[in-house]
T-cell receptor, first 113, second 113 residues
């Protein structure tokens, strides 16, 4: 069955520091993987997605993620955090039927000055 | 182009009352979804639809009903509200299968007391 595990419910970094948000997946079929961001009191917005074209995926706002099949991981990174990156981040995988997404529990990113 | 709109933004219900959460999209998307978001639990799929007249259950459908009479609208009905249905509800749509981007509405915050 498909599932997603996000390691760390809360990550804190200083402004300018590297951001690393971890996501591991389980999938019985080749997965499609996504990272979404949610700012306070808003809906979710797509950051980036992996659909088997390239293992290193670049998204909006300077974020990128690397698909590693051997590690079943899809970690999200950004070289230099900005205060505006403070939000909740969700990793997601398509379900086996390909009809819906299965979300992880989310990681809240805090950025301090 | 308003995207995905949801009404109401906030609602307080008494136990046993019923209500309908409205969702409309103006992007001519075939796929529509209802999720609930609880703190620390990520998003759980309630129901989804792959086109007008076609709906299917997601992970947590109990206590909810949906209909899809038009491409644009996908209302979620709560019958006999219970405190366990206190949550934030998000509607989303996608032009194709969820391998493509899902566009989210701003959410409805529901409290059942």
């Amino acid at each position: 069955a498909q599932s997603v595990t996000q390691l760390g419910s809360h990550v804190s970094v200083s402004e300018g520091a590297l951001v690393l948000l971890r996501c591991n997946y389980s999938s019985s079929v080749p997965p499609y993987l996504f990272w979404y961001v949610q700012y306070p009191n808003q809906g979710l917005q797509l950051l980036l997605k992996y659909t088997s074209a390239a293992t290193l995926v670049k998204g909006i706002n300077g974020f990128e993620a690397e698909f590693k099949k051997s590690e079943t991981s899809f970690h999200l990174t950004k070289p230099s955090a900005h205060m505006s990156d403070a939000a909740e981040y969700f990793c997601a995988v398509t379900n086996q039927a390909g009809t819906a997404l299965i979300f992880g529990k989310g990681t809240t990113l805090s950025v301090s000055s | 182009n308003a995207g995905v709109t949801q009404t109401p933004k906030f609602r307080i219900l008494k136990i046993g009352q019923s209500m309908t959460l409205q969702c409309t999209q103006d992007m001519n998307h075939n796929y529509m979804y209802w999720y609930r978001q609880d703190p620390g639990m990520g998003l759980k799929l309630i129901y989804y639809s792959v086109g007008a007249g076609i709906t299917d259950k997601g992970e947590v459908p109990n206590g909810y009903n949906v209909s899809r009479s038009t491409t644009e609208d996908f209302p979620l009905r709560l019958e006999l509200a219970a405190p366990s249905q206190t949550s934030v509800y998000f509607c989303a749509s996608s032009g194709h299968a969820p391998t493509y981007e899902q566009y989210f509405g701003p959410g409805t915050r529901l409290t059942v007391t």
